[in-house]
T-cell receptor, first 114, second 111 residues
Framework: DGGITQSPKYLFRKEGQNVTLSCEQN?????MYWYRQDPGQGLRLIYY???????QKGDIAEGYSVSREKKESFPLTVTSAQKNPTAFYLC?????????????FGPGTRLTVT | KNEVEQSPQNLTAQEGEFITINCSYS?????LHWLQQHPGGGIVSLFM???GKKKHGRLIATINIQEKHSSLHITASHPRDSAVYIC?????????????FGKGTKLSVKP
């Protein structure tokens, strides 16, 4: 089955620790995205990648980092510089990096930092 | 930058009722997306439409490009339709910019 996987589903970390969220897709999509969702707010774009070895900051990139060494993989690191990291994180992909292509979403990772 | 507004924020319906969720945006676009977020958090794409109307089962999406407005309708609603429905549009009009998402409409359908 083609799709996007994210792991783990739930993640707990102590304040001050970096944590890496996994995102893998086997859809052969060029574009991949990381979103953050907070209660009462719409999805907000953290980083996106249009092609391997390229990535761009989204609206709320501060305190996050990404890499895109393989087409299938787009991991997100939440660093200790992120002031409010507790949130639901969603990874998505699309066949091409234009907003009029359908995006496919992973199941999400719920991160809790205490 | 595009602004995307949804209404209502919350909606409770009885099984069998006809449901309408509204989405308006401020900058002309090439296509609007409707998404469904299940209680567990997973999101699926329902529709992407640039004009007129699309139908899939009991779901119908319409868009009025001139008025910058789209509606999602659910006919003969069922408790399994309970979810958050989200609309999204390109951030800078046309197909430019990444998607801007509305805050979602939380639908609860009671048996």
């Amino acid at each position: 089955d083609g799709g996007i996987t994210q792991s783990p589903k739930y993640l707990f970390r102590k304040e001050g620790q970096n944590v890496t969220l996994s995102c893998e897709q086997n859809l052969n999509h060029d574009a991949m995205y990381w979103y953050r969702q907070d209660p009462g707010q719409g999805l907000r774009l953290i980083y996106y990648s249009q092609i391997v070895n390229d990535f761009q900051k989204g609206d709320i990139a501060e305190g996050y980092s990404v890499s895109r060494e393989k087409k299938e993989s787009f991991p997100l690191t939440v660093t200790s510089a992120q002031k409010n990291p507790t949130a639901f994180y969603l990874c998505a992909s699309s066949i091409a990096p234009l907003a009029d292509y359908e995006q496919y979403f992973g199941p999400g990772t719920r991160l809790t930092v205490t | 930058k595009n602004e995307v507004e949804q209404s209502p924020q919350n909606l409770t319906a009885q099984e069998g009722e006809f449901i309408t969720i509204n989405c308006s945006y401020s900058v002309g676009i090439s296509a609007l997306h409707w998404l469904q977020q299940h209680p567990g958090g997973g999101i699926v794409s329902l529709f992407m439409l640039s004009s007129g109307k699309k139908k899939h089962g009991r779901l119908i999406a319409t868009i009025n490009i001139q008025e910058k407005h789209s509606s999602l309708h659910i006919t003969a609603s069922h408790p399994r339709d309970s979810a958050v429905y989200i609309c999204a549009a390109p951030g800078y009009g046309g197909s430019q910019g990444n998607l801007i998402f509305g805050k979602g409409t939380k639908l609860s359908v009671k048996p």
